[in-house]
């Protein structure tokens, strides 16, 4: 277990690491999705997700600069391939869609993916496909849509045990942090009375992590694994009160960013 918690938090540090360098040519972008889900996408990609087996849902669509930080640090994107994230024609574009590689499901508009992997995972029931698992991603500002919540009860009702939801909880969006837009707080209680095992835990700590999955896949019922994040771990160079949504980096910024990644 130790050799397997370090090769996470080494991942970890190479999704950031590349997805600075993603978001480094326009000076802007969807770095905090990166720096807060990083962890536990590190975990999902390098021990949980089996390709060509399971299937993967990123319901915030910006949130796909992880997942493509992570699939080029093993192998499953060139690096050629990566250089042209976010340019116009590519198709790893900085906002997923149905066109985007590596995912089963991406959503443009917020609150849709969790339905979408409740949807596969009964679909895999009726075709009596039982060793897959469906994991999606999801964020603490889609809870704030009710859709989420529909799928939520319909999952529950329908005990699809081999669906993991990893909710990346950054308090951050758009319109900013979470909790001063709309209160989703007691967030665990309410997966609970919807029925799911749920656990929350500090998204950072690669040991938490891993038992957070570990249990979710181990439990009959659909679980939540509740990552606590914040939108600027990682870089102690980005100012605290820096923009996690949609971060600018100016030159001088980002090879302080650089520097700092390059010697973690």
């Known amino acids: 277990m130790t050799t397997q918690l370090n090769e996470t938090a080494r991942l970890a540090r190479a999704i950031r690491?590349?997805?600075?360098?993603?978001?480094?040519?326009?000076?802007?972008?969807?770095?905090?999705?990166?720096?807060?889900?990083?962890?536990?996408?590190?975990?999902?990609?390098?021990?949980?997700?089996?390709p060509g087996t399971d299937r993967f849902v990123c319901s915030p669509g910006h949130y796909i600069i992880a997942a493509y930080a992570a699939a080029a640090e093993l192998g499953r994107l060139s690096d050629e391939q990566l250089a042209t994230y976010g340019r116009n024609g590519s198709e790893l574009e900085a906002i997923g869609t149905e066109r985007t590689p590596l995912v089963d499901l991406t959503c443009g508009s917020l609150g849709q993916g969790l339905s979408g992997a409740a949807g596969f995972a009964l679909a895999d029931r009726l075709r009596g496909i039982g060793d897959r698992r469906v994991f999606a991603l999801?964020?603490?500002?889609?809870?704030?849509?009710?859709?989420?919540?529909?799928?939520?009860m319909f999952a529950a009702h329908h005990r699809l045990g081999r669906m993991v939801a990893i909710l990346d909880a950054n308090n951050s969006q758009v319109d900013g942090p979470v909790d001063t837009i709309t209160t989703i707080e007691p967030i665990l209680g309410k997966w609970e009375s919807f029925g799911w095992h749920a656990v929350d835990i500090d998204g950072h700590d690669v040991a938490e992590v891993h038992r957070?999955?570990?249990?979710?896949?181990?439990?009959?019922?659909?679980s939540v694994i509740i990552a606590r994040t914040s939108t600027v771990h990682g870089i102690d160079a980005l100012p605290p009160d820096a923009d996690g949504h949609f971060i600018k980096l100016p030159a001088d910024l980002v090879e302080r960013a650089r520097k700092e990644l390059s010697d973690a």
């Open 17 to 50: 690491r590349r997805a600075l360098e993603m978001v480094a040519p326009q000076g802007f972008g969807y770095l905090g999705q990166a720096l807060s889900s990083a962890e536990a996408v590190a975990a999902l990609y390098g021990s949980y997700l089996r």
């Open 138 to 152: 999801i964020s603490d500002g889609e809870l704030e849509e009710g859709q989420v919540w529909e799928a939520a």
């Open 212 to 222: 957070a999955f570990e249990e979710a896949l181990a439990d009959e019922r659909p």
